[in-house]
Structure formats: structure tokens, C-alpha cells
């Protein structure tokens, strides 16, 4: 894994060296994200389900990201109140620490590091879990605790939608054919879907370089750096908990207890834009992790193989 990290930590710099350069802007990390989500991304999951030996611990993976999401958001709630920090600047801080990048982040580079990593159970936990919690709990959250919040509420059609993005579509599909005894495919078929697959992480990786922006850090780096700590060593730890508490081994635990330690999700920027949480601080939570992450997810790693 930790050849994977540096490896997707100089593809990210290098996303951000052409920005800079002028050749790429950020607006295109739009295209980027259109790529992966309907062609390379759904490519992957589908062959990782086609492929997988479906134990049934599998349907634990997603439960263990519900765990996760819950026993670091209850506290952290908690906490905003007691302290009496200001609804906007709270909402953000929980939700830049309560919900990891799964999806773009977590399952390419999972998928990328080798056999003590489970890519179903990846695939499971972001699926199941983070896909749905963002637009329940994340959306709740930051509508409650955003200026002129009215409450929490959740967006049941955008639940509805991202449960009909092809990455799911391939889930099913994958999922079915794997149960139906179809293991293999023609190869017309199949070796364009492995190398759409194996364009994931690098794309995803220059998409980052062009989004992350480290300015302003100076004016939120104490909310930064409680962030850092809470999605990157609490996450571990909350994750290696519930890995325990749901009898898991193996590979899954693996995956389950990496999941857990991703950096912040770039969707609860977008998501804190939107409802006016202090979307400082979560760019630079999603700055400040996604880059501290190639150095910590490989040190989980190295603890748990």
C-alpha cells in the first residue's frame, strides 16, 4: 500500500502542477469526475463483484461504515453544543469529520493495493453506507446547522438518485451474474472493462490535484487540525472497533478499518456550500487530509498486514 499512496500522492501533485501551469483549470475536474462516475468507476465494481467470493461478512462491511458514521457523529455533535461553538462553524466541523471519501478515494486505492484488502467489501461500504449517508445525515446536518437553518431535513429524491448511478447499476449487475455462476466473460468484453478500470485512480488522483487548495489554512488551522486527527486516527480506531464488534477478519476487517480512515469527503464541501456551513474550514479539512492520508493510510495498512 504504501507504493499505492506515494504513487497516488505524485499523480495528485501532478494534478496540481498543470493547474498551476495553466494546461488544466479547475472547472474541468467536472469532466474528470463525469469519466468516473459513469464509465471507469461502474467498469471496476462491476468486474470486482463479477469476481468475488461472496461470503456473507460481505453484508456487514456496510454496516460497519453505519457504525462508524454514528459513533463519530453523536459525540461530535455533543461536543459542538457543549462547546457552544457557532452553528455554522460547527456543522462544518462535523461534517468534515464524520464522513470519509469512500467512493473516490478509498475504493481505487484499496482496489490498488494487493490481496490483504477486500475491493467488494470496498465497494460494499461505500455503496451502502457513505453513498446513502451523504444525502441523509450530511444533508440533515448541514441543514440544521447552516445560517438560516430551518431544521434538519433529509433529501429522499437524492437518496433515490445516487442509489440509480451506474456504479450501482454495476454493483447489481455484477452482483447477479456473480450468483448466477457467470465468472468469466468474452474477451471483447472484458478487456475494455479492465482497462477502464485501471484508469480510476489516476484520474481520481489528478481531479484532487486540481481541486485541493491549501490557501487560508492560516485563519482555520486549529479547526483543521482537530479534523485531521478525527477522520484520520479517530477513524482508525472507531473502524477497528466496529471491525471487532461484528466478528469480522481477514481482508474485510482490513478494508472495513481502512474505510474508516479515509480523508474528509469533497462532498461535504459541496454540501456545506450549499446549506452555508463555513466551507473554509471543510476545503481545508479536505485539503489538509487528503494529503496527510498518503503517509497515514499506509501506516494502518503496515499495522494491520
Given at each position: 500500500m ?40 461502474p467498469?471496476?465494481?462491476?468486474l470486482v463483484?463479477?469476481?468475488a467470493?461472496?461470503e456473507?461478512?460481505l453484508a ?22 457543549r462547546?457552544r461553538?457557532?452553528?455554522?462553524r460547527g456543522?462544518a466541523?462535523?461534517?468534515a ?7 473516490f ?5 484499496i ?13 460494499m ?13 450530511t444533508?440533515?446536518?448541514s ?14 429524491g ?8 451506474p456504479?450501482v ?19 471483447a468484453?472484458?478487456r475494455?472493462?479492465?482497462?477502464l478500470e ?9 481531479y484532487?490535484?486540481?481541486?485541493i487548495d ?5 485563519r ?16 482508525a ?12 477478519d ?13 480523508p ?16 473554509d ?9 487528503t494529503?496527510l492520508?498518503?503517509g ?10
Amino acid at each position: 500500500m504504501t507504493a499505492t499512496a506515494v504513487g497516488a500522492l505524485l499523480v495528485m501533485l501532478a494534478g496540481g502542477g498543470v493547474r498551476r501551469l495553466g494546461i488544466l483549470r479547475r472547472e474541468d475536474g467536472v469532466l474528470l469526475v463525469r469519466v468516473v462516475l459513469y464509465l471507469t468507476l461502474p467498469a471496476l465494481v462491476f468486474l470486482v463483484l463479477l469476481r468475488a467470493d461472496l461470503e456473507p461478512s460481505l453484508a456487514l462491511a456496510p454496516v460497519a461504515g453505519w457504525l462508524v458514521h454514528l459513533v463519530t457523529l453523536v459525540p461530535l455533535l455533543v461536543a459542538v453544543r457543549r462547546l457552544r461553538i457557532d452553528s455554522p462553524r460547527g456543522g462544518a466541523i462535523v461534517v468534515a469529520a464524520a464522513v470519509g471519501n469512500t467512493g473516490f478515494f478509498g475504493l481505487p486505492l484499496i482496489a490498488a493495493s494487493g490481496d490483504e484488502f477486500s475491493v467488494a467489501a470496498a465497494v460494499m461500504y461505500d455503496a451502502l453506507s457513505t453513498g446513502i449517508i451523504t444525502w441523509t445525515s450530511t444533508v440533515a446536518v448541514s441543514s440544521a446547522m447552516g445560517e438560516g437553518g430551518r431544521g434538519p431535513r433529509v433529501e429522499w429524491g437524492r437518496v433515490g438518485r445516487a442509489l440509480l448511478l451506474p456504479p450501482v447499476w454495476a454493483l447489481a449487475a455484477g452482483l447477479a451474474l456473480n450468483l448466477a455462476g457467470v465468472d468469466e466473460l468474452p474477451d471483447a468484453i472484458e478487456r475494455p472493462l479492465e482497462i477502464l478500470e485501471g484508469a480510476v485512480l489516476p484520474l481520481v488522483m489528478i481531479y484532487a490535484g486540481l481541486m485541493i487548495d491549501v490557501r487560508g489554512l492560516r485563519r482555520v488551522w486549529r479547526d483543521v487540525s482537530a479534523i485531521a486527527v478525527l477522520r484520520l486516527g479517530g477513524g482508525a480506531l472507531v473502524g477497528l472497533g466496529a471491525a471487532m464488534l461484528l466478528g469480522l477478519d481477514g481482508d474485510i476487517f482490513n478494508t472495513v478499518v481502512l474505510m474508516a480512515a479515509m480523508p474528509t469527503a469533497m462532498m461535504s464541501l459541496v454540501l456545506g456550500g450549499r446549506f452555508r456551513l463555513r466551507t473554509d474550514i471543510i476545503a481545508g479539512a479536505v485539503a489538509v487530509t487528503t494529503l496527510l492520508c498518503t503517509g497515514t493510510l499506509p501506516a494502518v495498512g503496515a499495522l494491520l498486514t
